[in-house]
Every structure is written in C-alpha cells, then in structure tokens.
C-alpha cells in the first residue's frame, strides 16, 4: 500500500477495534488506480461525528452537521466522514438535509463520478460498486447512475467533470455529454468563485484542448462569464496552459489569447471574481507579450512580468519554454543599473534643492529624464554625475 495511505491506516485499525467500518474513499483511490501521485487522504466510516471525536484525541469540526470530522494524526490531517444519503438538493448544490447510515455501498452510490466513488480496505483491497475501476482502464468519465439527476443535485459537477478530462485525457461519455447540453443552464445557480476553481484547474490540466473542445460542444462555456465563442479561436483552446506557473500567468495568457486589450480584461477578469492583485499581475504580464525588450521596457515591467510574459510568448509561437533565453533575459535584467525609481541616488527633494524650486510637475518629469539616461548607460547613477548633467542639459537648450 502507498505511504500516504500507510500513515493513516493506525485511524482504520482504532475504528475497527471499537466495531466501526472504515475505508478510505473518493481520489486518493482514483489515484492510486491511475499510478498519480495521491493528495488528501479521506476516511468514510459507519461511526457518528460524536464518536469519531469520542475515539481520537485531536479532532477538528468542519461539518459535523454533514458528517465531517477532521482527525490530526502523526502530523497529518484526514478528513473522516459518516455513511450518508441525501435529500434532495437546494440550489442546485447542497442538499437539505443528510441521514447517517451503515451502508458502504448506499454512500458509494450518492458521489458524483465513477471514477470517484470508490472505496479501499486496510488490506488494499478495492471495493467498486460503480464501475469506476472499469471506466479508469476505458479512460471514461462518466456520472454515477443518471446523469440528469446528478447534475440536478449539485451543477458545479458538469464543470468537474470536464475538469477530470483535462487532467486524465479521458473522454466523456455520450449519455453525460448529452445531460450537460440540456441541463448547463443549471450551472448559472453555481457562485463564480466555485466555478473558477474548476476552470482554473482545467486551464492547468495537460489535456486541456480536449476539455475546451467538450465546452463547447455541450454549451456549459455559455454559463462562464465572458466567453463568447467568437473568442474562442483555436490559439486559445490549444494554447499549453499547463506549462506556467502561477495563476498570475494563467490569466494573463487567457486575456491575450482572448485578444483583449486593458480596458476589456479588467472587466472580464473583475467577473471571474479574481483578487485585486491576481487581476493586476494577470494584466500586466499580458500587455508585455510579444514585447521588444529593452532595458527601459525590463525597468517597468519588473523581473516577474518579463519573465513570465517572456514564458507566454514562446509558448505561443513554439509550443515551448527556452530556459537559456529566460536566463539571459534574467541575467539582462540582473545587470540593469537601477530596478526601481528609489534606486537613484538624487530624489525629489535633491532636485528640488539643487533646482531651488517648489514641488510640482516637473520634479516627475526630471526624475524620467534621469532614469532613461541611467537605463540606457549614459549616465552614470552617482548624484554628482547627475546634477553635472543636469547642468550641461541646461546649457545646452540655452545654446539651442
């Protein structure tokens, strides 16, 4: 058995030990069908919340009213969860109410995909009522029993689903395909921040093409906010998003591939719900794709701006990273002779004694001046070199 599993069997042993069912549950066992590395471990059992704290001696509540105890194991945290049917759904999300029972199988069957509703025993045995162990070697996502019911209980499951097909590089079967058309409208009672999870984890997934292709297929891109599909073109739908690092550079490269500009990205992004600096980063790398870089350019933009903008572009044109064009971009930005305007050794108040004026305009104005010439190399950043030529700048425009 893999070793995030072997750290938590000693919570199945100590459930078993007082009478309880215990397995481990949901896509820790996807994973391990599918040789991924696995993430979180979650428990289901037959025991209540009340005596799975009783049972452990640190505990945490996030859901007691839903089954959910967290247990801190041997510095690790599981997620373990009561046997539970539910009611019907409020929403389209959540449902009304849950009931706790004693079947292994009856909680199997209320998940949402095959390949995520099966269960394994403390001896690596897999228990798979579904079908998922038989939909992971097909490479087959598809929902547990009807489709149409499932979406109807919680909408957000249509974009994971899709979410699942970038990861894997399955394909969709065609009876959840066709639920997706006719129930996506449903996805429009789903928050957008849920559903940019989704889509920022399909946007990272290697088979992302795939995934854009059933988007637009089924419709469900009509529910995601901004994505009319004149905007869809082929070098957005294809582009490696999954190369990139941060979400800052995801979003980035969504907007310029989306071919839009400033005034139309913040408004796209603002309805994607991002953070103020999310949006911000996001922006700011995709005005400098495709730039002709000097050292000024280098100087606004910042080294994690070039960088990343720099990591887009070749991804756009040749499908691949060059790092050594990245080191030396590095490696020019390292050598510019200031990174920021603070790094001048005259500042406003220097200029305005040197001047022997008040503040106003002209302070920034200056300042500009000095910063080019330092950046292009002919001014040395020394404050006495600066107010030299300062002065032979002043001399010059009276000879003009």
Known sequence: MNEPFTHAIPILHTLHEH????????????????GRE????????????????SLFEKTVDVGKEHGTVIVLHD?????VTTFRTESEYEDFRRPKEVAFITSLKEDLLR???TINAMAMDINGEIIDHVGGKQDIERKRIQTVGDPAC???????????????LSQLGFELAAETAEAMKKDKHLLANIS????????????????????????????LYEELPGL??????????SFPYYLLDGLEEVWGAVIHLLGLDEA?????????????????????????????????????????????????????????????ELEAAKRSYDALPIKKLQDLTISGKDLMAFRQKTSGKWIAEELDLVKKAVLQNRLENRKEAIEEWLTACDQQLEND
Request: charged share 35%; with cysteine; proline share 1%.
């Open 150 to 164: 499932r979406f109807q209980e919680d909408a957000l499951r249509m974009m994971r689903a899709v979410r699942f």
């Open 264 to 324: 139309d990205a913040v408004p796209f992004l603002k309805e994607w719900k991002l953070s103020t600096k999310l949006l911000k980063d996001a922006v700011a790398i995709s005005e400098y794709v495709d730039c002709d870089w000097d050292a000024e350019k280098m100087f606004e933009a910042g080294e994690h701006v070039l960088l990343s903008s720099l990591k887009i572009t070749q991804l756009k044109h040749e499908r691949r990273i060059f790092f050594d």
């Open 38 to 53: 696995i993430g979180d471990i979650d428990i289901a059992t037959d025991a209540t919340p009340e005596m799975v704290e």
């Open 111 to 113: 998940r949402d995909l």
């Open 228 to 237: 009319k599909k004149e905007r869809l073109q082929e070098s957005f739908r």
């Open 19 to 34: 009478g309880h069912q215990a397995y481990f549950v949901g896509g820790a066992v996807r994973d391990v069908l599918l």
């Open 192 to 219: 957008v921040e849920r559903k940019k999870i989704e889509m920022e984890k399909l946007l990272k997934g290697r088979y992302c093409e795939q995934a854009m292709k059933v988007l637009i297929s089924t419709k």
């Open 75 to 79: 510095g690790g945290s599981y997620e």
